[in-house]
């Protein structure tokens, strides 16, 4: 609970957010005349892994709506013609030394697809939805003819960068823990004794675009292609099961190029939730052994990048660790499962924490990360796109403003 004068203050705080985001996060690149939601100042630009923002953007404030379609459309039209979709695309406004389009790697951490998806449900545009349809099929194809050296039938990551991960020990004895192989996300890894892996968060995301690819065509009155990549989707989720999941840890890992499992309880497993491939009854299993367990995911700032219980599990770094803190993308993307799998009450702890830190407990304005023990803040990129949105949407939810 609330008092009267703390709620002042989170609604104070709540109001510098919306500012924020509408005077300075909102905003065009140089040589782009359409305005587009930007993540941070320490982030110049928009990362494919971030596209979820602007669609949780217009579902908070719908006179964003054509800010979401600007971001979604620039990814859609900077396809490569093999199929592939940039990983960043960077604001030449605030830095020249990164490649302007970036495909160095997949970096797609909800579907895409799905999202585009959503973003018609809310506008209902068709010939948008049309145009992500034709291009979400060549995606699908660069993935499956890039990406699966092995003919498993899932995706393999080439780079450590693919998970959108950076600095977690998921990349322990990665030749390639970074990009790609020349910065080229379709090169095999040669020489590296871990990559390619075969990851379940990544995997999770392509079930999420077949699925999608499915119901954009019944959309478009295409059932054949719908029950094509239903089937496909179904087929990705078995194999998911057979090859990522240890049912005696009820718990996905990384599969390395040996097929040697790499057991890092990693918070990616959320990914999993988040695409809902699997029944409550399944995820109930791992839900409460795990990201309920105050020993591994449940600790006082859920959820950890990597459990408390892991050997891993220590500050490895002061600010964009997916090896020890709890991300802002993370919290986000529980909008994407705790209420569908019937955890809502303890989401609106998690949520009542987070509004409390981000009020009363750090000096800088909406970070990128909290110590999962303590609650502080890590030094990486203050007025973060996706901790503004999360403070917003858990201001409104529990009935703050």
Same mark, same amino acid.
């Given at each position: 609970?609330?008092t009267n004068d703390?709620i002042k203050?989170v609604?104070?705080?709540?109001?510098?957010?919306m500012?924020?985001?509408?005077?300075?996060?909102?905003g065009?690149f140089?040589?782009?005349?359409k305005?587009?939601?930007?993540?941070?100042d320490?982030y110049?630009?928009?990362? *494919? #892994?971030?596209?979820?923002d602007s669609?949780? /953007?217009a579902? =908070?404030e719908?006179? @964003?709506?054509n800010?979401t &379609?600007n971001v979604?459309?620039l990814?859609l039209?900077?396809?490569?013609s093999?199929g592939?979709f940039?990983?960043f695309?960077?604001?030449?406004?605030?830095?020249?030394?990164?490649?302007?389009?970036?495909?160095?790697?997949?970096?797609?951490?909800?579907s895409?697809?799905r999202?585009? *998806? #959503?973003?018609?449900e809310?506008?209902d545009? /068709?010939?948008? =939805?049309?145009?992500? @349809?034709?291009?979400?099929? &060549?995606?699908?194809?660069?993935?499956?003819d890039?990406r699966?050296?092995?003919?498993?039938g899932?995706?393999e990551?080439?780079?450590?960068?693919?998970?959108?991960?950076d600095n977690?020990p998921?990349?322990k004895?990665?030749?390639y823990?970074g990009?790609?192989?020349?910065e080229?996300?379709a090169?095999?890894?040669?020489g590296?004794?871990? /990559?390619p892996?075969?990851a379940p968060?990544?995997n999770?995301?392509?079930?999420?675009?077949?699925?999608a690819?499915?119901d954009?065509?019944?959309i478009?009155?295409?059932?054949?292609?719908?029950?094509?990549?239903k089937?496909k989707?179904?087929?990705?989720?078995?194999?998911?099961?057979d090859?990522c999941?240890?049912e005696k840890?009820?718990?996905?890992?990384?599969?390395?190029?040996?097929?040697i499992?790499?057991?890092?309880?990693?918070?990616?497993?959320t990914?999993?939730?988040?695409?809902?491939?699997?029944?409550r009854?399944?995820?109930?299993?791992?839900?409460?052994?795990?990201l309920?367990?105050?020993d591994?995911?449940?600790?006082?700032?859920?959820?950890?990048s990597?459990?408390?219980?892991?050997?891993d599990?220590?500050?490895?770094?002061d600010?964009?660790?997916?090896?020890?803190?709890?991300q802002?993308?993370?919290v986000?993307?529980?909008?994407?499962?705790?209420?569908?799998?019937?955890?809502g009450?303890?989401?609106?702890?998690?949520?009542?924490?987070?509004i409390?830190?981000w009020?009363?407990?750090n000096?800088?304005m909406?970070?990128?990360?909290?110590?999962?023990l303590t609650?502080?803040?890590?030094v990486s990129?203050?007025?973060y796109?996706s901790?503004m949105?999360?403070?917003?949407?858990?201001?409104?939810?529990?009935?703050?403003?």
């Amino acid at each position: 609970m609330f008092t009267n004068d703390e709620i002042k203050s989170v609604r104070t705080r709540y109001y510098e957010a919306m500012e924020r985001i509408k005077t300075k996060n909102i905003g065009c690149f140089k040589g782009h005349d359409k305005p587009l939601f930007l993540i941070s100042d320490k982030y110049p630009g928009v990362w *494919l #892994e971030h596209a979820y923002d602007s669609v949780f /953007l217009a579902k =908070l404030e719908p006179e @964003y709506t054509n800010i979401t &379609k600007n971001v979604l459309e620039l990814f859609l039209c900077k396809q490569k013609s093999d199929g592939q979709f940039p990983c960043f695309i960077i604001d030449r406004n605030k830095n020249t030394s990164m490649p302007e389009y970036g495909y160095s790697q997949i970096q797609e951490c909800v579907s895409f697809i799905r999202l585009c *998806l #959503e973003y018609f449900e809310i506008s209902d545009d /068709l010939e948008f =939805l049309k145009l992500a @349809y034709q291009k979400g099929t &060549k995606w699908i194809k660069w993935c499956e003819d890039k990406r699966m050296p092995r003919k498993t039938g899932l995706i393999e990551m080439f780079c450590g960068f693919d998970d959108g991960h950076d600095n977690s020990p998921r990349k322990k004895g990665m030749k390639y823990s970074g990009t790609a192989k020349n910065e080229d996300a379709a090169q095999y890894p040669e020489g590296d004794e871990v /990559l390619p892996v075969i990851a379940p968060d990544v995997n999770a995301v392509y079930y999420g675009d077949l699925l999608a690819l499915s119901d954009i065509a019944k959309i478009l009155k295409s059932d054949s292609e719908a029950e094509f990549y239903k089937t496909k989707a179904e087929q990705v989720k078995k194999k998911i099961i057979d090859i990522c999941y240890d049912e005696k840890d009820a718990f996905f890992y990384d599969v390395d190029k040996n097929g040697i499992m790499r057991k890092t309880l990693s918070v990616s497993v959320t990914n999993v939730f988040s695409e809902r491939i699997f029944d409550r009854e399944f995820m109930d299993n791992i839900y409460l052994k795990h990201l309920k367990n105050p020993d591994e995911f449940y600790t006082q700032f859920p959820f950890p990048s990597i459990a408390k219980s892991d050997p891993d599990f220590h500050q490895n770094l002061d600010g964009n660790s997916w090896g020890f803190y709890s991300q802002a993308l993370t919290v986000l993307r529980c909008t994407r499962w705790m209420d569908y799998y019937g955890k809502g009450k303890d989401f609106d702890k998690i949520l009542e924490k987070w509004i409390r830190q981000w009020t009363f407990g750090n000096k800088i304005m909406f970070g990128q990360e909290l110590n999962p023990l303590t609650g502080e803040c890590s030094v990486s990129s203050e007025w973060y796109s996706s901790c503004m949105l999360i403070y917003i949407y858990a201001v409104r939810r529990l009935n703050l403003i």
